[in-house]
T-cell receptor
């Protein structure tokens, strides 16, 4: 059974701090990794994806991938109250392999 | 603009009634998916389709049915056999059947049993 695990939270950080969200996956064949943000009552929206080991930065967001440790993380710098949401980690693969989603981590950024 | 349209946004079902949730995409994506999300929980796969006229059961297919007669459309029917259908339903699509490019999600349908 392919699994993606995340701490459910809630993770609370003060405004302006760095929020660190973590995710582990069980399938070494997973090739791509995605972070989705989901506001309450809304559908998930893609915020970052990463395919290669190392860091990938996009604005205030940095995704980190370590395939040897089967570990993915998302860092949010200068956290804002508008970042308060549930963050879903997902692992993807080739044709015929469906996404495996983690349960999500609820982030709360306190003003 | 390209995207996925789900309708209706809210749906109420009476006990013993079948209801159909619509999902239409104009992204020219080959693969389409249906997920269910319960409060405070992650996404669970109901059905998916990689090509027209073909679909596969996901992890929780019992009580649901789908069709894929057109590339653009992937409707989900919640049958009376689904005993606890109250949930948030999400439709998604991906390019070429490979999840390496990520999913695009619709805005969701919230189904409530009354």
């Amino acid at each position: 059974q392919k699994e993606v695990e995340q701490n459910s939270g809630p993770l609370s950080v003060p405004e302006g701090a760095i929020a660190s969200l973590n995710c582990t996956y069980s399938d070494r064949g997973s090739q791509s990794f995605f972070w989705y943000r989901q506001y309450s009552g809304k559908s998930p929206e893609l915020i970052m994806f990463i395919y290669s080991n190392g860091d990938k930065e996009d604005g205030r967001f940095t995704a980190q991938l370590n395939k040897a440790s089967q570990y993915v993380s998302l860092l949010i710098r200068d956290s804002q109250p508008s970042d308060s949401a549930t963050y879903l980690c997902a692992a993807g693969g080739d044709y015929g392999q469906n996404f495996v989603f983690g349960p999500g981590t609820r982030l709360s950024v306190l003003p | 603009d390209g995207g996925i349209t789900q309708s209706p946004k809210y749906l109420f079902r009476k006990e013993g009634q079948n209801v159909t949730l619509s999902c239409e995409q104009n992204l020219n994506h080959d693969a389409m998916y249906w997920y269910r999300q319960d409060p405070g929980q992650g996404l669970r796969l109901i059905y998916y389709s990689q090509i027209v006229n073909d679909f596969q059961k996901g992890d929780i297919a019992e009580g649901y049915s789908v069709s894929r007669e057109k590339k653009e459309s992937f409707p989900l029917t919640v049958t009376s056999a689904q005993k606890n259908p109250t949930a948030f339903y999400l439709c998604a699509s991906s390019i070429g059947g490979s999840t390496n490019y990520g999913y695009t999600f619709g805005s969701g349908t919230r189904l409530t049993v009354v």
